[in-house]
Antibody
Framework: EVLLEQSGGEVKKPGESLRISCKGS????????IAWVRQMPGKGLEWMGI????????TYSPSFQGQVTMSADKSISTAYLQWSSLQASDTAIYYC????????????????WGQGTLLTVSS | DIQMTQSPSSVSASVGDRVTITCRAS??????LAWYQQKPGKAPNLLIY???SLHTGVPSRFSGSGSGTEFTLTIDSLQPEDFATYYC?????????FGPGTKVDIK
């Protein structure tokens, strides 16, 4: 079974750093694009960026460029999303999602999603 | 960057109804468009990719059409489990982007 398992919810203070994880199983992790998506409370989906663990190619949405860092350790089939200094506005659910196929360009949608990591940033 | 819009933002419908949701892109995206369903407290689920291809396991009452800048998702004979929020997402060029969502609720 193809799965993405995300790390648990976090409660942090403004200015703190954080790294959340997304572990894949049931597929060859390095062959699939992995995207990160934000959903703020009661709001819609926002595409944050995407990376290809095989060669670490990464593209960020301009809205998130410089605000977060995406990385992956393909040896343990895990992708990461990292903040160096959290803000209250980072409070949201963060999803990782796997591209539907192994194409060089991820045009076919995202067919496997993690369960989401709820991040709460509050003083 | 490509901006996505959806209409309507919400629709009230009854079981058995046909529901059509429209998604528009600010630029041409060819057929690189996906549709997702999201229920409260759950991750999204892929319904349609490449504008009109039904993802594995998705009921045939869901269908997608369109190309270029205008797309539609149609749900034939709405079922109780279909009450949810639906999002389109363009996959033509980075940064990918989602539409704002259409909530389908019970009339």
């Amino acid at each position: 079974e193809v799965l993405l398992e995300q790390s648990g919810g976090e409660v942090k203070k403004p200015g703190e750093s954080l790294r959340i994880s997304c572990k894949g199983s049931g597929f060859i992790f390095s062959n699939y694009w992995i995207a990160w998506v934000r959903q703020m409370p009661g709001k819609g989906l926002e595409w944050m960026g995407i990376m290809f663990p095989g060669d670490s190619e990464t593209t960020y949405s301009p809205s998130f460029q410089g605000q977060v860092t995406m990385s992956a350790d393909k040896s343990i089939s895990t992708a990461y999303l990292q903040w160096s200094s959290l803000q209250a506005s980072d409070t949201a659910i963060y999803y990782c999602a796997r591209h539907r196929g192994t194409a060089a360009t991820p045009r076919w949608g995202f067919d496997t999603w993690g369960q989401g990591t709820l991040l709460t940033v509050s003083s | 960057d490509i901006q996505m819009t959806q209409s309507p933002s919400s629709v009230s419908a009854s079981v058995g109804d046909r529901v059509t949701i429209t998604c528009r892109a600010s630029q041409h995206v060819s057929a690189w468009l996906a549709w997702y369903q999201q229920k409260p407290g759950k991750a999204p689920n892929l319904l349609i990719y490449a504008a009109s291809s039904l993802h594995t396991g998705v009921p045939s009452r869901f269908s997608g059409s369109g190309s270029g800048t205008e797309f539609t998702l149609t749900i034939d004979s709405l079922q109780p489990e279909d009450f949810a929020t639906y999002y389109c997402q363009q996959a033509n060029s980075f940064p990918f982007s989602f539409g704002p969502g259409t909530k389908v609720d019970i009339k």
